[in-house]
């Protein structure tokens, strides 16, 4: 059987990043796990790629997401460019259709200063100004965060798994996960029929983080929902109607989704996008019922779960149900941002972008955790909840998750530091 030290389930972005540091840290072997042929081949790619400046999140309740977006876009920055990806600034405005909306913009501009952005990357303009900086589009206020960029997450993790290659890690791609052994140390089975054993399991299977757990035994009480995000590409003739990334104040800040935004990518489409439709799996990217055998047991998991409490919100019911029409009608979905971009047309978006699917943890209350969770587990550390911003944040939050394995005397091996891209200690 084969056998390593540390192994780590899941080659998305956070898998990749966790297993950079270890590998510049130690001389172990450190394999990671994905079941595709590739890295990133789910959340880490199919995501809006905004490098996001943490104005918008709440210290107090989002603080482990908002620090690691902050300390990470300096390190996006300098990897981005040493190895020649896209890194496009192209800036956010955050705007409020009324009063109301306006106060909540007044809480982000103290809220982006708590999490550590400079004074001068954020400005609040009131309509005219923000008519003068982008003239289709319509609001009450707006907060101009400047430091927002476009990016490539998908060839930004595959940049990452080179270089982890190159300390030693090893990718053990096209193997999935089945089952887990765990008695004087972890033995992973996977699906096709092979083996490895390791002293350390860490988890970071994204949307599968959650059942990963249970399989060690922990995290029981939690359970998961699935929300795909769909885009519409806009035609090449439409692509400059806004030059800004465009975000609205979300209707229900209790919900962990933003309204459809108009978003600009690396490449120089434009998009809109992404709503937030329920699906019974983090691997439904069309259709709404998929595999019947999972849709009738994520089903079961819904009304006997912790999401029961859910479907009892009203606010919830009704943020569902425009979710739904928003993804069977390309004319409701853009009708959402006709409202703060009125030239904006069904027409102008003929083509689907690539959906990506948040699998937030839903606790025995039934309310969604509001930020990442980490749990110990026997011989293993678990990753739950790790949404958006996550992308942005992986580079530090990965770091923090190594020294508190460190600090936890979890990481019982001789350190061995090589030359590295990021400064680990001055990071954590
Ligand atoms: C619609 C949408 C828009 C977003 N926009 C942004 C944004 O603009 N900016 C931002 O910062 N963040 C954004 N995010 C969040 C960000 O993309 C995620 O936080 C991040 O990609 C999560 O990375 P991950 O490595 O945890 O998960 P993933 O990328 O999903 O990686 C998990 C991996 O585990 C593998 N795996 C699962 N189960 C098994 C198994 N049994 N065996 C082997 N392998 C397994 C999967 O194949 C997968 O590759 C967005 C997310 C969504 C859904």
């Known amino acids: 059987m084969a056998k390593c030290n540390v192994a780590i389930i899941g080659g998305g972005l956070l898998g990749t990043c966790i297993s950079y540091w270890l590998s510049s840290l130690y001389d172990i072997e ?27 999140l709440n210290p107090e309740k989002k603080g482990k997401l908002a620090k690691a977006a902050f300390v990470s876009h300096d390190l996006w920055k300098r990897f981005a460019e040493k190895k020649g990806l896209a ?23 103290k809220w982006g200063i708590q999490n550590g952005i400079s004074e001068k990357d954020l400005e609040l303009l009131d309509r005219n100004e923000v008519a003068k900086k982008e003239p289709n589009v319509s609001c009450h206020s707006a907060v101009f965060c400047k430091t927002d960029v476009a990016v490539d997450y998908g060839k930004l993790t595959q940049e990452l798994k080179n270089e982890s290659q190159k300390n030693g890690t090893k990718f053990l791609l096209n193997h999935k996960v089945e089952s887990i052994e765990n008695k004087n140390e972890p033995v992973i089975n996977f699906e096709n029929k092979t083996q490895l054993s390791c002293d350390f399991v860490i988890n970071c299977a994204g949307g599968y983080s959650l059942d990963i757990a249970k399989k060690f035994g922990v995290a029981m009480q939690y359970s998961s929902l699935h929300f795909r995000g769909e885009y519409w590409i806009a035609q090449k003739e439409y692509t400059d109607l806004v030059k800004t990334n465009i975000y609205s104040v979300p209707n229900y800040p209790d919900f962990p989704f933003l309204d459809p935004h108009w978003i600009l990518r690396a490449d120089g489409r434009s998009e809109v996008g992404p709503n937030a439709v329920p699906v019974p799996s983090p691997e439904t990217y069309s259709g709404y019922i998929g595999n019947v055998e999972t849709f009738i047991s994520k089903l079961i998991d819904v009304v006997t779960g912790n999401a ?24 409701v979905m853009i009708e959402r941002v006709q409202k703060f971009i009125p030239k904006v047309k069904p027409e102008y978006f003929l083509e689907r972008g690539t959906a990506g699917i948040r699998t937030p943890i839903i606790t ?19 990753i739950l909840n790790y949404n958006s911003p996550g ?16 600090e936890k005397g979890l990481l ?9 891209i990021w400064n680990f200690e001055k990071i954590t």
């Not at 955790?369 to 678990?382: A, F, K, R, W």
């Open 30 to 56: 450190v394999v990671v796990i994905e079941k595709e042929p590739e890295v990133a081949m789910h959340t880490s790619s199919r995501n809006t790629g905004v490098v996001h400046s943490p104005f918008y």
């Open 364 to 382: 025995p209350e039934g309310k969604f955790l509001p930020d990442v969770v980490e749990i110990e587990g026997p011989n293993s550390y678990h």
């Open 87 to 109: 890194w496009k600034t192209v800036g956010t405005l955050e705007i409020a259709l009324d009063d109301t909306q306006h106060k909540i913009l007044e809480k982000y501009l």
């Open 412 to 420: 019982d091996y001789t350190t061995h530091t090589k030359e590295s």
């Open 391 to 406: 992308a942005t944040g992986a580079p530090a939050y990965s770091a923090y998750v190594v020294k508190s394995l460190q």
């Open 308 to 331: 029961r409490n859910l479907l009892l919100n009203a606010d919830f019911m009704n943020l569902v149900a425009k979710e739904w029409l928003s993804s069977i009608s390309k004319v």
